[in-house]
């Protein structure tokens, strides 16, 4: 896997970069910080991908109790069917074609947790 294949798949919408984990891609997806969320892509099998947010959202989330934390990760990896793994969501694309799309569920599921923590946090005073 190449930065350049990658980035043709993708677009000029992310910013892709080599990292010890993997490819790390910004995408334009925001916690409520307004920090960018990035998500880190891995090889999987011969042509497919895993995207995962690294367990980003579960440490933008640390604060909260282990309750509605975990009741934000599941409710955001069920609206954008992705996966989630002690913290961690994440998807399998099977190729180049799907990992754009895979890419932003991840990256949307993530920014979601963490929007959907603050306002239960706003709700609930917690």
Do not use: Q
């Not at 990292?19 to 999987?44: Q, S």
């Not at 579960?58 to 069917?81: C, N, Q, T, W």
């Not at 599921?109 to 917690?126: D, K, V």
Request: hydrophobic fraction near 40%; charge should be negative.
């Amino acid at each position: 896997m190449s930065i350049e294949s990658v980035l043709s798949t993708i677009g000029e919408l992310h910013r892709v970069e080599r990292a010890v984990n993997g490819l790390l891609v910004k995408t334009h997806c925001m916690y409520p910080d307004f920090e960018r969320v990035t998500v880190v892509v891995n090889d999987h099998g011969i042509s497919g991908f895993v995207i995962s947010d690294d367990r980003r959202a579960a440490k933008v989330l640390r604060h909260l109790d282990e309750e509605p934390r975990s009741k934000a990760l599941s409710k955001a990896s069920g609206k954008f069917r992705v996966h989630e793994y002690h913290g961690a969501l994440f998807s399998e694309a099977e190729d180049l074609v799907k990992l754009n799309t895979h890419i932003l569920l991840v990256a949307n599921a993530s920014a979601f947790a963490a929007w959907t923590a603050l306002e239960h946090e706003a709700t609930n005073g917690n």
